[in-house]
């Protein structure tokens, strides 16, 4: 009896130590009602660290709103968390998520957006001048650059806006000057119900003009797909491109009907947790997920889990390479 009881015992510390050693971290998401957003969740889920019991997530739904996000902050740093990831909604407005963090002593990795801030501990992002680049060109290529295009931004103020934007004007200036009229921008907040009721407005106002869409979402130029149509035109007389990859852009890429640029959600989330780790667990900590390996060649990384700035590549989905991401995520 008195063996069964010291057995026991030590079973029981052994159980203790292994929940001490559990990283927490708590996962601030600008909100979860976008597919890209959920991948990110899916994958975050799947981080073998996460799988293993080695960390802990807790989500957070920051319903689209920078003020929300800084009080989920607030309780993250309230309830002690080893480690802050954050997916800022605003470039400007999220900053005191890093600055409170950092008071409190808990580390902070930046995923999928930027904050005008280097007080992160790292940030791992792709880069969205290039983004937006890739997907203007993408139209304007179809377009000879000649035409007009409507373009369909995220929401103001935020990094993915201002810098696909900048993105955007760049390719826009390589086509000869006059060549391409940008007929409207405005938001639609990563929406694609709001993109479909902004280019049906679009479509009505412009009769027979608009040739090309920039979307700086999937999400929107699905919207603007839809509502093209719902108009009765033909989607393929059109110029169409957006930015992530989500499932329905992998189909409407299959279709013909629209180009889209691989944002890879998986590598953004389970990089951020590795960073996470990395800063709360010290520099014994080495990287779990397969994403390193998988982008090294392409200049991924790991540097240790030092850098600041990390660079997840992106990739122009093509008609050669959506099969196999569509399989990806069944």
């Given at each position: 009896m008195l063996?069964?009881i010291l057995?026991?015992?030590?079973?029981?510390?052994f159980?203790?130590?292994a929940?001490a050693k559990?990283?927490r971290i708590a996962v601030?998401?600008y909100?979860?009602?976008?597919e890209?957003v959920?991948l990110?969740?899916?994958y975050?889920k799947t981080?073998?660290?996460?799988?293993s019991?080695?960390?802990d997530?807790?989500?957070?739904?920051?319903r689209?709103?920078a003020?929300?996000?800084?009080?989920q902050a607030?309780l993250a740093i309230?309830?002690r968390?080893?480690a802050i990831?954050?997916?800022p909604?605003?470039?400007e407005a999220?900053?005191p998520?890093?600055?409170?963090?950092?008071a409190a002593?808990?580390?902070v990795?930046?995923?999928?957006a930027?904050?005008n801030s280097e007080?992160?501990d790292?940030?791992?992002?792709?880069?969205?001048?290039?983004?937006?680049?890739l997907?203007?060109?993408?139209?304007l290529?179809k377009?000879r650059?000649?035409?007009n295009?409507?373009?369909?931004?995220?929401?103001?103020?935020g990094?993915?806006?201002i810098?696909r934007?900048?993105?955007?004007?760049?390719?826009?200036a390589?086509?000869p000057k006059?060549?391409?009229?940008?007929?409207?921008?405005?938001?639609?907040n990563?929406?694609?119900?709001?993109a479909l009721?902004?280019?049906q407005n679009?479509?009505?106002?412009h009769?027979?003009?608009?040739n090309?869409?920039?979307g700086?979402?999937d999400?929107?130029?699905?919207?603007a797909?839809?509502a093209?149509?719902?108009?009765?035109l033909?989607?393929k007389?059109?110029?169409?491109a957006g930015?992530d990859?989500?499932?329905?852009?992998l189909?409407a890429?299959?279709?013909?009907?629209?180009?889209?640029?691989?944002?890879d959600?998986?590598?953004?989330?389970?990089?951020s947790?590795d960073?996470?780790?990395?800063?709360?667990?010290?520099?014994?900590?080495?990287?779990?997920?397969p994403i390193?390996?998988?982008?090294?060649p392409?200049?991924?990384?790991w540097?240790?889990?030092r850098s600041?700035?990390?660079?997840?590549p992106?990739t122009?989905?093509?008609?050669?390479n959506?099969?196999a991401?569509l399989?990806d995520?069944r």
């Amino acid at each position: 009896m008195l063996a069964a009881i010291l057995a026991a015992l030590a079973t029981a510390g052994f159980a203790d130590a292994a929940a001490a050693k559990k990283t927490r971290i708590a996962v601030l998401m600008y909100g979860n009602k976008a597919e890209f957003v959920q991948l990110m969740q899916r994958y975050g889920k799947t981080h073998p660290a996460v799988a293993s019991g080695l960390a802990d997530l807790t989500f957070y739904d920051g319903r689209y709103d920078a003020s929300v996000q800084n009080d989920q902050a607030q309780l993250a740093i309230n309830a002690r968390y080893d480690a802050i990831i954050v997916n800022p909604m605003d470039f400007e407005a999220n900053i005191p998520v890093v600055t409170k963090a950092r008071a409190a002593h808990i580390p902070v990795i930046v995923t999928n957006a930027r904050l005008n801030s280097e007080d992160m501990d790292s940030e791992i992002v792709s880069n969205d001048v290039l983004g937006g680049y890739l997907e203007a060109k993408a139209v304007l290529a179809k377009l000879r650059c000649k035409g007009n295009v409507v373009i369909i931004e995220g929401p103001i103020g935020g990094s993915g806006e201002i810098q696909r934007g900048q993105g955007n004007d760049k390719a826009l200036a390589e086509c000869p000057k006059g060549a391409v009229r940008v007929l409207e921008r405005k938001t639609a907040n990563w929406s694609r119900a709001e993109a479909l009721d902004l280019m049906q407005n679009w479509l009505s106002k412009h009769h027979g003009a608009i040739n090309g869409v920039i979307g700086q979402n999937d999400e929107m130029a699905l919207g603007a797909i839809e509502a093209i149509k719902a108009a009765g035109l033909n989607v393929k007389s059109f110029a169409i491109a957006g930015i992530d990859g989500v499932t329905d852009a992998l189909g409407a890429v299959k279709a013909g009907e629209m180009t889209s640029i691989l944002q890879d959600a998986r590598a953004q989330m389970q990089g951020s947790i590795d960073l996470a780790l990395r800063a709360a667990r010290g520099p014994g900590y080495r990287p779990l997920s397969p994403i390193w390996n998988q982008y090294a060649p392409l200049g991924l990384k790991w540097n240790d889990g030092r850098s600041k700035h990390y660079y997840v590549p992106w990739t122009v989905v093509t008609k050669d390479n959506v099969d196999a991401l569509l399989r990806d995520r069944r």
